[in-house]
């Protein structure tokens, strides 16, 4: 069965500091390619980091390097975005995604193409305002 479920999305001023989490399946979370993507209004939706969860490495865009960091639980079957030094131009609806990926060198690519085109399974998004 097919999971995802964000949460941890809120309003902060700039500068602050929000955690997203992922709750997935054992079933999605065996995709083993996971990222966060973001969509703020009248915009593409873009990938802000991915990872692969059997130890194949993370992936940002570089908006977000130095101040957001993916993670992941293998237990809890979760995956976060933490997400530092906030800007007003973070904010969107932030919509965690998987795609089955045998291979690590499948998850880049998978990750990198136009609005997230390359993942197969979606959750329903959290919303996250930064106020300057």
């Known amino acids: 069965q097919v999971q995802l479920v964000e949460s941890g999305g809120g309003s902060v001023q700039a500068g602050g500091s929000l955690r997203l989490s992922c709750a997935t399946s054992?079933?999605?979370?065996?995709?083993?390619?996971m990222g966060w993507f973001r969509q703020a209004p009248g915009k593409e939706r873009e990938g802000v980091a991915g990872?692969?969860?059997?130890?194949?490495?993370?992936y940002y865009a570089d908006s977000v390097k130095g101040r957001f960091t993916i993670s992941q639980d293998n237990a809890k079957k979760t995956v976060y975005l933490q997400m530092n030094s906030l800007k007003p131009e973070d904010s969107a609806m932030y919509y965690c995604?998987?795609?089955?990926?045998?291979?690590?060198?499948?998850?880049?690519?998978?990750?990198?193409?136009?609005?997230?085109?390359?993942?197969?399974?979606w959750g329903k998004g959290t919303l996250v305002t930064i106020s300057s």
């Open positions: 990872i692969y969860t059997a130890g194949g490495g993370t």
């Open positions: 054992e079933y999605t979370y065996s995709s083993k390619c």
């Open positions: 995604a998987a795609s089955p990926s045998y291979y690590s060198d499948y998850c880049p690519r998978k990750f990198s193409r136009v609005g997230g085109s390359g993942m197969n399974y």
